[in-house]
């Protein structure tokens, strides 16, 4: 027996579209319920064994697994002397900003003993994220996949894959992270690089004592396997390839991509991509090493060395192939852009495109009812009295966005926003537009200090925005992964030099850019998005190079409720941690 909305009362049409927001739907999702232990655990990289913070004894950390429409119960319980709290990178947290997890802007952090659950639904979502500590250098080794799967019945845009891999980036310190930032901190200049890069935790073969710490993915002849690929480095972009293979490029940051075809990538810290890997129809007779290593452009010491995991095809049973021992076939390596090829970085992320479908569509905000333009970049502070500092010219180096290096406050601002506390934690004066112009790109001001504060920006509901975003040559011009929490945004053009906004715009893509949270400023150049204020909260923006983000190149937009009940805040949770 059918039903139809036009055949029935109206009284009743509201009551049914009253409900359908307040009583749970089981078409939406279910509940998964997830516990995060805080501990510390020994592990040995590089003949180095060292105490690390890790979850659930972890190295990465455990994969979290959910559908669109689930929301998701993560208790966090802290055992462990430091104070800790996690993002779930990416997720859009609509309404529930209380879960995002970066300390001191969403929560206090958890302190030690202490625990937090984090609540929150997973709404148009589907793809790679990846969830890590959020304070200090902590996510060095605090992190993991997060792996949203579509809603039952709706299958991707893609031939289903025979089997689907995540991979994820890291960064291995043989010394303890917090103290190499706190170092660095202290002294004001550049801190120690990492000792290697790792794949799902291990550092491969081309670093001393790692041969037998390498990650191998097994694969068979004929098949279609979708990498989810996670950059959770701290402080480089990553080239990647797989020798003799090719990669399908069909989703970056959740969202799924017109798809094409590539033998190398660049992912950026802060960033995912998913690809479709095709084995060769029969058994190769090789193995093939997939590699990855930095794509730099600062003036700064980085670790010049190179991860390398290895692709192993299964061999028929029964056959020649499976008597010969692996190391005697032979092992092809893929060759890597050079360390400093923007060419290719630029040429690779001019391809991304939204797949802007009937069922995928790209909203793009065509009306824009708030500009920005912000500077990012590197900068000084003046080194404390009877000190002698290592930064630029006897100063201590710093970072900034319109020349503000955010002071971290010690009140969550979300909570001094919430309850209307903001006294003498952040002002609502976040310059809109470099407060002097210069030759942004051209010769260095003398001046090379910055400000320092806790400014927002707040914006109203439902505000269409335009930001752009553009890097300067103070202390050398450098590439920039700057992330937005709480929102996706489209990267709606970007260039080289100064940003020119009676020219430029008219060059913007307003019909399938591409949609993600973490946008590289291009070394040198801007970067133009645009998103919809959609969401009340406090939401971070800072560069993915940890290193920038401890010298102070992050800010915050606050956005305020909407008028129905929709669109705004929830409430705290009672065991929000405390300060």
Known sequence: ???????????LVFFLFFTSFLLPNPVLGITRHYKFDIKLHNVTRLCHTKSIVSVNGQFPGPRIVAREGDQLLIKVVNHVSKNISIHWHGIRQLRSGWADGPAYVTQCPIQTGQSYVYNFTIVGQRGTLFWHAHVSWLRATVYGPIVILPKRGVPHPFAK?????????????????????SQALRTGGGPNVSDAYTINGHPGPLYNCSAKDTFKLKVKPGKTYLLRLINAALNDELFFSIANHS?????????YVKPFETGTLLIAPGQTTNVLLKTKPSYPSATFFMTARPYVTGQGTFDNSTVAGILEY??????????????????????????????????????????????????????IDKHFFFTVGLGTIPCQQNQTCQGPNGTK????????????????????HFF?????VYTPDFPNTPIISFNYTGTTPNNTMVSNGTKVVVLPFNATVELVMQDTSILGAESHPLHLHGFNFFVVGQGFGNFDPKKDPAKFNLVDPIERNTVGVPSGGWVAIRFLADNPGVWFMHCHLEVHTSWGLKMAWIVLDGKLPNQKLLPPPADLPKC
């Open 161 to 181: 894959p025979y089997k689907e891999v995540p991979i994820i980036f890291g960064e291995w310190f043989n010394a303890d992270p917090e103290a190499v930032i």
């Open 247 to 255: 990669l399908t490029v069909v989703d970056v940051d959740a969202i």
């Open 420 to 424: 209307a506390q903001s006294n003498g």
């Open 1 to 11: 027996m059918g039903f139809s909305l036009l055949s029935t009362p109206a009284f």
């Open 397 to 416: 180096f710093a970072a900034s966005v319109n020349n503000v290096s955010f002071a971290t406050p010690t009140t969550a601002l979300l909570q001094a």
């Open 314 to 367: 299964e061999s028929p049973p029964n056959s020649l192939h499976s008597s010969i021992s692996i190391k005697m076939l032979p092992l092809f390596r893929p060759i890597l852009p050079a360390l400093n090829d923007t060419s290719f970085a630029t040429n690779f992320v001019s391809k991304l495109r939204s797949l802007a479908s009937a069922q995928f569509p790209a909203n793009v905000p065509q009306k």
